[in-house]
């Protein structure tokens, strides 16, 4: 991270699971590694049954990261909030987090923080839902939850299939963008995984991980973006 550029990557790590149907936390962490980036938003990263045990171990982040684990679970066994978790390069720091209930047919919900960098930049983690009437209500509610922040990122899987719709509810505020095709990992399609970024902030770069390590890891490959803050806001 230069003085006004972060990297923050997005990656829905299907609980550690590969395409080879092993769960191989080793290799998850592997992929992140990979991405050089500031932040690393996660889905999927608890299971789904009872308390939600994690799928990728506190003890693993602690020793073979550079990353704190931004604490949002409600538990000891989970490291995330409806599986969306954060985690922020040690030396960087993270304050006001939030945890969001997103309306909709299944349970989805969002991790709201802000990153102690400049003025303060919020990034969101989110993992919407199936349908587009439900991802309609949810970026309602981020767009929301987010409004009297002047610099914000919701990063995550926003299950959209179209690369123009879906979008509206965050127009007034957010340039959405999609680093590439995304999904499905052995042979990707579509760009479900994506930002939107406040006025204020500029996408500098961007792209998608499409290495064979990340192509076996999950069924969805990881993105990431290099984000330049203006000066009204550093």
Partial sequence: MNDKLIRIASYNMRKARGLDQRRRPERTIEVI?????????????DKRLGQRPTALPRSMIETETDFNLVDVAQNDVSIGWHGNAVLVRKGLGARDVQGIDLPGLEPRGAVRLV????TGLTVVATHLGLRRRDRYAQLAVLNMATADDAACVIAGDFNEWSATKGFEPLADRF???SPGR?????????????????QGLTLHDAGVDQSALASVA???LPIWSDIELSASTY
């Fill in 115 to 118: 990153l102690d960098i400049g």
């Fill in 33 to 45: 590694n990979r991405l050089s980036a500031d932040v690393v938003v996660l889905q999927e990263a």
């Fill in 182 to 198: 995304s999904f499905h990992a052995r042979r990707p399609i579509a760009g479900l995984d994506r930002f939107s970024l406040s």
């Fill in 175 to 177: 340039e959405t963008h």
């Fill in 218 to 220: 999950s069924d969805h």
